[in-house]
């Protein structure tokens, strides 16, 4: 094995791999269990979990929590207790209550980020839960610590330090994204900067993650010979038998071109990184589809307003219904040319 793993806590990690959450529904039990089963840490997206229950339109929140439970528990059962962690948005809304579900169901871990999770170690509390903020600054990194350090005498088990080729919600302005490049480098430097007061108090590393557009052996290698500890990868593992998402949804991936990948306006009110399609296309000449039913998911979203409902798309293309649906994917989503299995790329990656 060519690298070490880190410590999360009292977890240690065999390879320095995180898969990121994504949702909906495309990182499930089966990608992170086969994530875990193969020395990295799986991860389950916990957006609207419940969106293949019978009834997640008439009774939303009862489904979704269903669901975290029954995610939490196969993916754990099929890893053979290994560990697993769950990504909550800080945009969603009842994010308290589904953290406080996964981690009364026995999460390892939580990851969240698309907003600044300054309340997490509140609804873990009396659990040894591990949280880990997902920042893209070292600013952002420095104000949840700080946060954490003084409302409840607790630090990081790991930050994820989020670069501007990730798929899904970013954490960046559209007009930075254009602008600027994001340098892995400096980021991590200033970020070790900020940790290292609280590392000193606390007496324990914090280890600290890339993440966005790791995707081939050469790219894991700078990232780990910079200094990070470890990466956070998602768009490699779309393109696995093992991802949970219909094969249509992985086809839009196999069929990229590097021009296809985009930055669009999410009505999260951030930008995210998606694959061009009929429907992106439909909804910037006005085209607003239907929508079935509002699940209330995201704080700033006005149903009334709002140019697409974005669970409604999401969950269209998780189920193969692309032509309705928002294919999210990370910069490099166009690279993929093959069908993998998770062990195959972890082989090539890490070994
Ligand atoms: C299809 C897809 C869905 C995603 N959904 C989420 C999500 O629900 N929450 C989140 O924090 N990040 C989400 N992300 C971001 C990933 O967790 C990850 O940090 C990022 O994509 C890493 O970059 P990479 O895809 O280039 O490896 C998503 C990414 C993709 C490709």
């Known amino acids: 094995m060519k690298y070490k793993g880190f410590k999360i806590g009292n977890i240690e990690t065999k390879l320095p791999l995180i898969l990121g959450g994504m949702g909906?529904?495309?990182?499930?039990?089966?990608?992170?269990?086969?994530?875990?089963?193969?020395?990295?840490?799986?991860?389950?997206?916990?957006?609207?979990?419940?969106?293949?229950?019978?009834?997640?339109?008439?009774?939303?929140?009862?489904?979704?929590?269903?669901?975290?439970?029954k995610e939490i528990k196969k993916a754990k059962e099929e890893s053979n207790n290994g560990v697993i962690g769950i990504n909550f948005m800080v945009a969603m809304n009842r994010y308290k209550e589904y953290v406080r579900i996964a981690v009364e169901a026995g999460i390892d871990i939580i990851i969240s980020g698309a907003g600044l999770p300054l309340e997490l170690p509140e609804e873990s509390k009396g659990y040894d839960t591990k949280l880990i903020p997902i920042a893209s600054s070292a600013k952002a990194?420095?104000?949840?610590?700080?946060?954490?350090?003084?409302?409840?005498?607790?630090?990081?088990?790991?930050?994820?330090?989020?670069g501007d080729k990730a798929g899904g919600h970013l954490g960046f302005k559209k007009k930075d994204l254009i602008d600027e490049n994001f340098d892995f480098e400096k980021v991590l430097k200033e970020t070790r900067l900020v940790?290292?007061?609280?590392?000193?108090?606390?007496?324990?590393?914090?280890?600290?993650?890339a993440a966005g557009g790791i995707y081939s052996k050469e790219d894991v290698e700078n990232i780990m010979k910079i200094g990070y500890d470890g990466v956070q990868m998602s768009t490699r593992f779309v393109t696995t038998e093992e991802c949970d998402a219909d094969f249509n949804f992985k086809n839009e991936f196999?069929?990229?071109?590097?021009?296809?990948?985009?930055?669009?306006?999410?009505?999260?009110?951030?930008?995210?990184?998606?694959?061009?399609?009929?429907?992106?296309?439909?909804?910037?000449?006005?085209?607003?589809p239907k929508i079935i039913k509002c699940v209330d998911c995201i704080k700033n979203c006005n149903y009334k307003d709002t140019k697409f409902c974005i669970s409604q798309a999401l969950i269209n293309s998780v189920k193969g219904n692309i032509d309705e649906g928002l294919v999210f994917a990370g910069e490099n989503a166009y690279k993929s040319k093959k069908?993998?299995?998770?062990?195959?790329?972890?082989?090539?990656?890490?070994?």
């Open 195 to 209: 940790l290292e007061k609280y590392e000193n108090k606390y007496g324990r590393k914090i280890p600290i993650i």
């Open 339 to 351: 069908m993998e299995k998770v062990k195959d790329i972890i082989e090539e990656l890490f070994y």
């Open 254 to 288: 196999l069929n990229s071109k590097k021009e296809d990948i985009n930055i669009m306006d999410s009505p999260v009110g951030l930008p995210g990184r998606a694959i061009d399609n009929e429907f992106l296309k439909n909804v910037e000449e006005g085209v607003k």
């Open 24 to 69: 909906i529904g495309v990182s499930g039990w089966k990608l992170a269990s086969a994530i875990t089963n193969n020395d990295g840490i799986g991860v389950l997206s916990g957006v609207n979990l419940g969106y293949r229950e019978d009834d997640f339109y008439t009774n939303t929140f009862e489904a979704n929590k269903r669901a975290i439970i």
């Open 141 to 162: 990194a420095r104000i949840i610590t700080k946060v954490w350090d003084k409302k409840y005498s607790k630090i990081p088990d790991a930050v994820v330090i989020e």
